[in-house]
């Protein structure tokens, strides 16, 4: 059972354009939410995160919306540049109690056209 | 600051063969990952410790798997016998605390 859900496997944006990378989960104990991206061959790094206090962060560019009632998180880049395309990765992890190893959604394949 | 450090970058065995992987994380870092990442998924855990002390293991298939980390730095995450299905990206992470991980490069298995 997927706890964390990204249902788009990819998604084509034009550069300049805003893309919009979208999340759900299914875990009430979830209370804080990250995104990475991911280029071929190298680790997973973290872009941008989201306690469940907050609604909305932001980072540059790169912004993450949290709607905790539709357990809903979705990641803004603006303006979409070249460089962003990456696979992007939510993943979710509970404070309460020591074990807080990331839960990751499939990922989504972003891809900037020129 | 040096980053998280793992080796083998790459490694072909074949099924029922044994393999090991090595991390060593960030300095300073006591909590440290080992995720499993099959082609078209995302990072699965597989375990974490604290120290040296295992904080979660649930997802580790301990029939075959097994990790450790005795001076609570570096760690090795070991497979024996190895499936087909073992072929993965196995992800190192270390952390200071809640919220960021820090990943190394992967260790990618393929399994004939």
């Known amino acids: 059972d997927q706890q964390v859900k990204q249902n788009s496997p990819s998604l084509s944006v034009q550069e300049g354009r805003i893309s919009i990378l979208n999340c759900d989960y299914t875990?009430?104990?979830?209370?804080?939410f990250l995104w990475y991206k991911k280029y071929p061959a190298e680790g997973p790094t973290f872009l941008i995160s989201?306690?469940?206090?907050?609604d909305k962060n932001e980072d540059g560019r790169f912004t993450v919306f949290l709607n905790k009632s539709a357990k809903h998180l979705s990641l803004h880049i603006v303006p979409s540049q070249p460089g962003d395309s990456a696979v992007y990765f939510c993943?979710?992890?509970?404070?309460?109690?020591?074990?807080?190893?990331?839960?990751f959604g499939k990922g989504t394949h972003l891809i900037i056209q020129p | 600051e040096a980053g998280v450090a793992q080796s083998p970058r790459y490694k072909i065995i074949e099924k029922r063969q044994s393999v090991a992987f090595w991390c060593n994380p960030i300095?300073?870092?006591?909590?440290l990952y080992w995720y499993q990442q099959i082609l078209g998924q995302g990072p699965k855990l597989l375990i974490q410790?604290?120290?040296?002390?295992?904080?979660?293991d649930s997802q580790l298939p301990k029939d075959r798997f097994s990790a450790e980390r005795l001076k609570g730095v570096d760690s090795t995450l070991k497979i024996q016998p190895a499936k087909l299905e073992d072929s993965a990206v196995y992800l190192c992470?270390?952390?200071?605390?809640?919220?960021?991980?820090?990943f190394g490069e992967g260790s990618r298995l393929t399994v004939l």
């Open positions: 992470a270390s952390s200071l605390g809640i919220g960021e991980l820090f």
């Open positions: 875990n009430s104990m979830f209370d804080y």
């Open positions: 989201i306690s469940s206090i907050k």
């Open positions: 993943a979710a992890t509970s404070s309460v109690g020591g074990a807080d190893g990331l839960t």
């Open positions: 300095s300073g870092h006591a909590t």
């Open positions: 410790f604290q120290n040296n002390g295992v904080v979660d």
